[in-house]
């Protein structure tokens, strides 16, 4: 098929930033596209060749919005599965395919099949509701601490408690859920993973990952993370299972954690492009977003290697801060070697609300992330 510069078009489900970073690539190809999102103000807007606003859960829109598709994709997983499925069965090619989206959407579901299918992860049970949660715990069946975690809708931090005592768990959602092993871990790492139909598949280089300790969100991304050779060669082992394991299509973000004992166990997974991959627009040869590309289209998939140390900010809302948008001292952040701003084109900030990211770029990793240090400083994401 001719992708370029034709009447092939490309659908997107979602029009947020990631969205938004995938058209730069399909606009340096060629490639048309459509994109679906609930908001008039979605960032993908002023890039994509056709833009409709509509229910990305509701079943008539996205199969409508999927029929005036040659290939469709996402850039979120919540997306009515059941439409995927349908536009599937009557030719519409869905890549990641609606039986991974289905795996991976609640995670009871997705942490069965790691079990199933012997993937190491953390112990877990899985609970219909707080109240069969609440009696485990009664009964002791379940010990503080304990991860929370809601099968679905949890997303940047969202979704995900640790429980200490029975105080944590009063404020806790009311749906179906699990409860993990809380892991003593020295690292929290992820691996992006590529693989196209033909089953061609590419990891990219381990990432190191740094949490906010109150909005328990990534703040830093390291790349390549502070690790032994051999812990990395075996989270790029333990992701390549993972994905040819879900068979999925396209790029797969597995979040690992290294154990005190350096065993790599399965966190999650996300089947699209990720705030772990985006280092790899400034550091790596093929980034994440036109690896996605190349990945859904069955196009030879590019290297993964990176041309030099990436570590990745993210700019987020400050949390005093609610309105239209401003960057503060991003001029000065600017005037440094190495460091790119990307704006996602959300004008209005509240706190903790990802807004952009910024890449810092060095042969040294560890003289990027002191440089990175002083950018998360300098910067601040504030209201007018």
């Not at 601490?145 to 949890?154: A, H, L, N, Q």
């Not at 993370?225 to 040819?244: D, F, H, N, T, Y």
């Not at 954690?257 to 093929?286: C, K, M, W």
Request: charged share 30%; glycine share 6%; with cysteine.
């Amino acid at each position: 098929m001719n992708y370029f510069s034709s009447s092939f078009t490309l659908g997107i489900l979602g029009g947020g930033q990631l969205g938004k970073m995938l058209l730069y690539e399909t606009r340096k190809y060629d490639i048309k596209t459509n994109v679906l999102d609930p908001s008039a103000e979605a960032p993908c807007r002023i890039a994509c060749d056709h833009f409709e606003q509509g229910d990305l859960m509701d079943f008539d829109t996205v199969y409508a919005f999927g029929k005036k598709a040659d290939v469709l994709t996402f850039e979120i997983e919540g997306v009515n599965v059941d439409a995927l499925e349908k536009l599937e069965q009557e030719g519409i090619t869905v890549y990641p395919s609606s039986e991974t989206l289905r795996k991976i959407q609640d995670k009871g579901v997705q942490k069965q099949f790691y079990k199933e299918h012997k993937i190491p992860t953390s112990p877990f049970k899985r609970y219909k509701d707080k109240y069969h949660l609440n009696e485990a715990i009664v009964r002791k069946e379940l010990h503080y601490p304990f991860v929370w975690k809601s099968c679905t809708g949890g997303y940047d931090g969202k979704g995900v408690s640790i429980i200490r005592d029975a105080e944590d768990v009063i404020p806790l959602a009311e749906g179906p859920c699990i409860a993990e092993k809380l892991i003593p871990f020295k690292n929290e790492l992820a691996v992006i993973v590529a693989r196209n139909p033909r089953g061609e598949v590419r990891t990219y280089p381990v990432v190191e990952m740094e949490f906010h300790p109150e909005a328990n969100q990534v703040e830093y991304v390291i790349c390549p993370a502070r690790i032994e050779p051999k812990v990395a060669e075996k989270a790029r082992a333990v992701a390549k299972q993972v994905s040819e394991t879900f068979e999925h299509v396209g790029l797969l973000a597995v979040e690992l954690f290294q154990t005190e004992d350096d065993e790599i166990l399965v966190n999650e997974v996300a089947p699209r492009p990720h705030n772990s991959g985006h280092y790899s627009i400034e550091a790596s040869y093929t980034n994440q977003f036109e690896q996605h590309l190349r990945a859904i289209l069955d196009l030879p998939l590019g290297k993964t290697d990176s041309k030099v140390g990436g570590i990745m900010v993210n700019l987020v809302g400050d949390e005093a801060h609610t309105g239209d948008v401003k960057y503060e001292n991003i001029e000065k952040i600017m005037a440094m070697d190495g460091v790119t701003p990307h704006i996602y084109g959300k004008k209005q900030t509240r706190p903790f609300r990802k807004m952009g990211h910024v890449t810092i770029i060095d042969e040294d990793i560890n003289q990027a992330r002191k440089v990175a240090e002083t950018v998360k400083k300098t910067i601040r994401v504030v209201s007018e």
